[in-house]
């Protein structure tokens, strides 16, 4: 599924989970409601797009990166003052010059790599806080998947069964600790993650078991962004309507 759909389910989910809630534990106020619906659906589309942040060209990932075109650009000014840099220094011109132009070069470098760049660094962020600072482990799981996501092959590791459910019951365990918020942004999330993954099984490319390659769910219903997947967008977009006016009428 593309953008769209992943979305439209995203919203689908977290429309679901939000009434769902909302029918176990009733709130006051209309605001109320208002406001942990927010947080939920919110929650869940981030979540929905959350699993794609290990292809480089997804939505997910064009949110942390240039674009291709400022890509391209900032890559080929890192080699051109790179170059002058160090020819610089060493026809013995400028030192100051030549280390102007070297550091040109790197941060020209960094922000054609910023995706990998800002992976990494949030991964090392968690792992850090694990260790130092004893954050659930979470944190650990958070950063090791982090720090693989710049390198694994998209609808790998990220998009097994297996890390879904080992990331449900850590966000769910973590989020319990933590009643109000925390707990409401870890169920949307929860909720958005596995949406992507049934969307994507609809595709022709599905997903696959982490420990099993060969299990392989593909229905291959749609191409991505064709006809179909347009329509199912609707429908869960439709369906999301639905699911709150049965909520405010009948609830």
Known sequence: MNKQGHSALALLAGSATSVTALTTSPMS????????????CTASI??????????KTSTASQK????????????????????????????????????????????AGCLA?????????????M??????????????????????MPFVKHRWIIHSPEFAIILSLGLYIFGSQYPGLVVTSCLGFIAGWWSHLFGD???????????????????RLFDNGGFAERIISKLCQLCSIVIWVWYGVVL
């Open 201 to 219: 099984i609809f595709g022709s490319e599905g997903i696959r078991s982490l420990f099993a390659p060969r299990f392989k769910i593909a229905l």
């Open 29 to 40: 106020t209309s605001l109320e409601v208002i406001g942990f619906a927010g947080v939920v």
């Open 46 to 55: 981030l979540g929905g797009f959350a699993p794609d942040l290990d292809h």
């Open 64 to 107: 942390i990166q240039l674009s291709s075109g400022k890509r391209k650009l900032m890559r080929a000014l890192s080699g051109i003052f790179l170059c002058i840099g160090f020819a610089l220094i060493l026809l013995g011109y400028s030192m100051q010059a030549g280390s102007i132009c070297i550091g040109a070069g790197i941060v």
């Open 127 to 148: 792992l850090v806080g694990y260790a130092i600072y004893e954050w659930h482990w979470m944190a650990l799981f958070t950063g090791i998947a982090l720090l693989m």
């Open 113 to 125: 790599r910023l995706r990998t760049i800002i992976l990494i660094a949030s991964g090392v962020l």
